[in-house]
């Protein structure tokens, strides 16, 4: 087996080796929404639930793009593990981490629908539309991940990731339908790519699977990741060698 995929599958089960808390964290905030769905379901009207349902998704799916972003920061600034005589290239340190992260996010998501289903009837959701809108977060975070490596090379960013989540939390469908805003406002924020994905993936969950009218939204989105790709290509080999030539081998926390 080639060594980049054995180093690949070995970090990816062992993400809890360091830095232990930041990775665990997502996982704990899973496991909250699903403490939260089983005392709102034994507790609430279905109607309501199935509500709570939908900003419990997309809430959790905000938290999975979010910290496969951040928590790849400290991923890439480590420089104690070496392939052969190299360093470990920047792309292969930043994938174990979307992986575990997007497999515990699945795991959960799954796990909110089948819960949903013991006390709503005839309750299932689209797994090809789950998978789908998981691949384009995947792809829509990489660019996002360079992004934010190259500007913790010049700030401390730990002292606004407070301030970025609370953003992508109010830019993205969580505490509200996107039909409760003015037309011109839901018009804008369609225009964000992370918009599209998590909102996907709520309807996804309330038995609103991807459908063919949706596809003049997926080619705005193709379109708008090819631009970011086009720039990450153009940034990440400039980007990579800053990272190796780094005096301290982390970041500040």
Known sequence: ?????????????????????????????????????????????????????????????????????????????VKDS????????????????????????????????????????????????LLYYILLGVILVIPFTMLFLGVSLHINTSKINPL????????????????????VVESIFSLNPFYYVINGLQNNAIHQAWSVNRLPYDVLYITQVAILYLWMFEAYNKMKIQLYNEKNSMPES
């Open 1 to 77: 087996m080639n060594y980049r995929v054995k180093y690949l599958l070995r970090r990816v089960f062992r993400q809890a080796d360091r830095f232990t808390l930041l990775n665990l964290t997502p996982v704990l905030i899973y496991i909250g929404g699903l403490v939260l769905l089983f005392i709102g379901f034994m507790t609430a009207e279905d109607s309501t639930m199935v509500r709570v349902l939908y900003g419990t998704v997309g809430f959790m799916a905000a938290v999975w793009i979010f910290s496969m972003v951040i928590l790849n920061k400290n991923e890439a600034y």
């Open 82 to 129: 070496i392939l052969k005589v190299n360093y470990i290239p920047l792309y292969l340190r930043i994938l174990p981490t979307m992986i575990y992260q997007t497999i515990m996010f699945m795991i959960f998501i799954t796990m909110y629908s089948a819960f949903t289903a013991l006390f709503v009837d005839n309750w299932m959701m689209n797994i090809y539309s």
């Open 164 to 183: 970025l989540f609370v953003i992508v939390i109010l830019i993205v469908p969580v505490f509200y339908l996107p039909e409760q805003l003015p037309s």
